[in-house]
């Protein structure tokens, strides 16, 4: 695939329809001047997936470029007994697969149930009423086998859907559960999630199908979507199932290879779906370190009174 040219980057197709490599940025310049920021959303907007691999940014830079985007989430604290960071920083998320102390998250442990969840394909934070536009997740150490971050492309998935299909799911609103997710990636450990918990990390509620960024109509649907808003939950679980399997067939996905630490990838929650994928998590360290950039665009906060209209009736019946 031939690259193309966006201002002053460089786009390199590592998919058909989504994901490129982007050269032509140096990084070592934070603040990135604006006319660079407009080319990188730009091709943001066109590649929902992109990759950089040899950014040299630190963790100071990395948060402070992703703030040239919009205001980044806090690091969510829900992953069970008390975690201390790693960073100093709390804008960084820890996607790594090491403690404190540098030792590796054992087996079994709630913590790497939890980090399982991650293999479920999803969108970052879809669980909150206030969603998150970006990730970017940067290397500091990558295995040196396996641990690819797949994609899928959610737009030409959603343009491939029936008519018929697509009639039906227009209106509907989704309720977004961290608890789902985390229930299916590992049911035994997340059986008993404490009320505390709950309370903690609330669902949040978004419409299905949405419009991106570039005008392409798009799904807002994943791993953390657990049923729709008047159905019931039998009835959700079979439409939410499908849709997810029909987004990630193998023709809409892409495996993003970690050659070194300083590569970058970014991608947009809103219309992309992302997974871990294994390595040898008992022998090797895996040291990934996310911002998550909240949202601003019209559907930024999604629908907060949708268990209300339930109530109220005045959603479509199942
Ligand atoms: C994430 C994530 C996947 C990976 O950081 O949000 O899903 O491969 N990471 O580490
Ligand atoms: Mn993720």
Redesign the pocket.
Known sequence: MEPIQIGSLTCKPLHPTFVAEISGVDFSQVPLPQNVIDDLVAAQNRFAVTVYRDTGLDDARHVKFSQQLNECELCPKFGGPAQPDRFSDPHL?D??NMNLDGTLIQKDTRRWWYNKG?ALW?T?SSFNQHRSKY?L?LAHLVPQEG????FADVRTAYDDLPQEKKDEIEDLVIEHDLWWSRQIAAPEEFKSVTQHEKNAKQPAYHKLVQVGPDGRKTMFIAAHAKRVMGWSQEKSTKLITELIEHCTQPKYTCSVK?YHPGQLVWWDNRISM????PFSDQMEK?D?R?T?VFDDGPEAYGVPDAPQMELGGSLPPA
Not at 147 to 150: E, N
């Open positions: 998320f996607a790594g991650n999803h970052d990730s997740l641990g690819d971050t797949q970690w992302h997974r871990a994928t895996r990934m996310r998550t």
